[in-house]
């Protein structure tokens, strides 16, 4: 489904206009070549949207479940990414132009490159096992990696983000039960003895933090609170987007509310201003290192 490459390409001239992050080698998913540019028109349901190519309408299918409204907006560029072989529709719709700036709205995408990433040892929390598999049943849940070595297991599940306001990326965009459900099995994994840790992979780079997103899904907010509190740890990850593949760019932090029912306030961590997506340690190899628990309150 997607192709790995270590090396860097340039920006296509056509290209969205992007910020000025820091060009570094890392970990990336190369996607599908060519893309076809589109002009989105509306959504049919929940994994089918109507675009129009070359003044014709074609029926595209979108790999993501949540609402998207900041992004499936009428009249917004997108990509497709051409398919063949026994299938309902023609193209998967992989990239949205959002404000200047792409957007990944491809939710299968963020275990793949994560993955990736720990295979490369390129991910300094999770460095040190010998084993990554994807795919793993544990408890009510099916996680996406299961890592394993002398120090023991780890199980990560992986969330797909997409929508950020003044600088903070927020997930869900809608109530997700499944979710909760994630949360809870990696907190029976800590509790059995092994390390667990939820990974919120943000599909931009305009994201300096990350922050469970309460008005949508306050009982999501309460369980990754709970399960930060059971021993899961939470990491976030902002990403470079262009028209030939998604890369890992930076650790961010990761905002955890005082109180389940506290009103969350929103900002730029530490000085940086939205847009401003971290560079990544030239030191090891690896993203810049952080402590285990990424986590920060939130400002009162």
Known sequence: MFAMSEASSDLSKDEPTSIACPEVPWTMVLLPSPLQEAVFSHRLNRFAVLAEVDGQSVVAHLPNSGRL?????????????????????????????????????????????????????????????????????????????????????????????????????????APTERGRRHLGSLAQAVRGGDRAAVVFVVQREDATAFAPHRRADPLFAD?????????????????????????????????????????????????????ACPERSRRGGGLGVSPRHNFHPLPG
């Open 69 to 173: 409204r900041e992004l499936l907006q009428p009249g917004a560029r997108v990509f497709l990414a051409p398919k063949t072989g026994p299938r309902k529709t023609a193209f998967d719709m992989v990239l949205v132009e959002a404000e200047g700036r792409l957007v990944s709205c491809d939710a299968r995408l963020p275990p793949a490159v994560l993955a990736e990433a720990i295979r490369q040892d390129q991910a300094p929390p999770f460095a040190g096992y010998e084993t990554v598999r994807r795919e793993v049943t544990f408890g009510e849940s099916r996680l996406d990696i299961l890592l394993a070595g002398p120090q023991g297991r780890c199980f990560i599940e992986t969330k797909s983000v997409t929508l950020v306001e003044h600088g903070v990326a927020l997930f869900p965009d």
């Open 223 to 275: 369980a990754l609170e709970q399960a930060v509190a059971d021993g899961v740890e939470a990491y976030a990850y902002c990403c470079r987007v262009d028209l030939q593949n998604v890369r890992l760019a930076g650790e961010i932090p990761v905002l955890v509310p005082q109180g389940p029912s506290r009103v969350m306030k929103t900002g730029s961590p530490e000085g940086r201003s939205p847009g």
